[in-house]
């Protein structure tokens, strides 16, 4: 399976520390060699940075664990290929634009039976995982719902999304992140966690490499930062693990919605 890293600030923040320790998963600490991206969002635009090859070895991962680049949302994702093979359009994190605005998600997990469900036809894979013929269909969903043009209030558009991620669950495992921007949705089928630290900040110290930062020194006392990640990446911090079909929605680094779908386990005729 594939591994997710997102960030939700309410100032610009580098996510280099988080992201070196991910990269280490990527062939080092973990198998996930087959592919990793990451896009940062900077006002309306974004950037992404893409690489087939594994994070840990990449030039390109050298430059973001090198160079602060600063946003306040970013999707990160390193691959461990399961659905389509090794190629740059089957790497996450995947893009479309829909409303004047660019989505960007990232999904960790497998999908069966999928391709007779997600019919689409405004948006198109380019690639040939089960990952990105998902997301199409999300954003065909939307549309279909929606209409053309960008509601005035984005929540009820998270909260049918996380009604479709739960629909895609039942075909698997579907750990999703998506954001247009503004808002971070994060969606736990099985694997999912998340901290977010604010003033009084400490020191934190990441699993998979010998590498410690003091926030204190690197922030204000005004700064809140949150960060979801498939597994814990710091030893030394509290993680709030998400519970299977729990969802959540972040903005500017607060959780602004979210809920649960439960299981239905009665057994009663």
């Given at each position: 399976?594939?591994?997710?890293?997102?960030?939700?600030?309410?100032?610009?923040?580098?996510?280099?520390?988080?992201?070196?320790?991910?990269?280490?998963?990527?062939?080092?600490?973990?198998?996930?060699?087959?592919?990793?991206?990451?896009?940062?969002?900077?006002?309306?635009?974004?950037?992404?940075?893409?690489?087939?090859?594994?994070?840990?070895?990449?030039?390109?991962?050298?430059?973001?664990?090198?160079?602060?680049?600063?946003?306040?949302?970013?999707?990160?994702?390193?691959?461990q290929?399961?659905?389509?093979?090794?190629?740059?359009?089957?790497?996450?994190?995947?893009?479309r634009?829909?409303?004047?605005?660019?989505?960007?998600y990232?999904?960790?997990?497998?999908?069966?039976?999928?391709?007779?469900k997600?019919a689409?036809r405004?948006?198109?894979?380019?690639?040939?995982?089960d990952?990105?013929?998902?997301?199409?269909?999300?954003?065909?969903?939307?549309?279909?719902?929606?209409?053309?043009?960008?509601?005035?209030?984005?929540?009820?558009?998270?909260?049918?999304?996380?009604?479709?991620?739960?629909?895609?669950?039942?075909?698997?495992?579907?750990?999703?992140?998506?954001?247009?921007?503004?808002y971070?949705?994060?969606?736990?089928?099985?694997?999912?966690?998340?901290?977010?630290?604010?003033?009084?900040?400490?020191?934190?110290?990441?699993?998979?490499?010998?590498?410690?930062?003091?926030?204190?020194?690197?922030?204000?006392?005004?700064?809140?930062?949150?960060?979801?990640?498939?597994?814990?990446?710091?030893?030394?911090?509290?993680?709030?693990i998400?519970?299977?079909?729990?969802?959540?929605?972040?903005?500017?680094?607060e959780?602004?919605?979210?809920?649960?779908?439960?299981?239905?386990?009665?057994?009663?005729?």
């Open positions: 399976m594939c591994e997710l890293l997102a960030m939700s600030a309410n100032v610009p923040t580098d996510i280099v520390f988080s992201f070196t320790g991910l990269a280490e998963r990527g062939g080092v600490t973990g198998p996930h060699v087959d592919g990793w991206g990451i896009t940062f969002y900077e006002g309306k635009g974004s950037r992404t940075f893409k690489d087939a090859c594994p994070s840990s070895e990449s030039h390109i991962a050298r430059l973001i664990k090198s160079y602060p680049i600063k946003s306040e949302t970013v999707i990160s994702h390193i691959r290929a399961n659905r389509g093979c090794v190629a740059l359009e089957n790497t996450h994190p995947f893009d634009e829909l409303w004047g605005l660019n989505w960007t990232a999904h960790n997990g497998q999908l069966s039976d999928y391709k007779d997600f689409v405004r948006f198109r894979p380019v690639g040939d995982t990952s990105e013929l998902a997301f199409c269909w999300i954003l065909e969903k939307l549309v279909a719902r929606f209409g053309d043009e960008r509601p005035e209030d984005m929540l009820p558009v998270f909260a049918y999304v996380a009604e479709l991620a739960e629909e895609v669950r039942s075909l698997g495992v579907f750990n999703m992140i998506l954001s247009e921007g503004n971070l949705m994060s969606f736990c089928s099985n694997n999912l966690s998340h901290i977010t630290r604010r003033a009084p900040f400490g020191k934190a110290k990441l699993i998979d490499t010998d590498v410690v930062i003091d926030f204190d020194k690197e922030t204000t006392p005004n700064d809140v930062v949150t960060v979801i990640a498939t597994r814990p990446l710091t030893d030394n911090e509290a993680w709030n998400m519970q299977p079909g729990q969802w959540q929605l972040f903005c500017k680094g959780v602004v919605g979210g809920g649960a779908f439960v299981a239905n386990t009665d057994t009663s005729e």
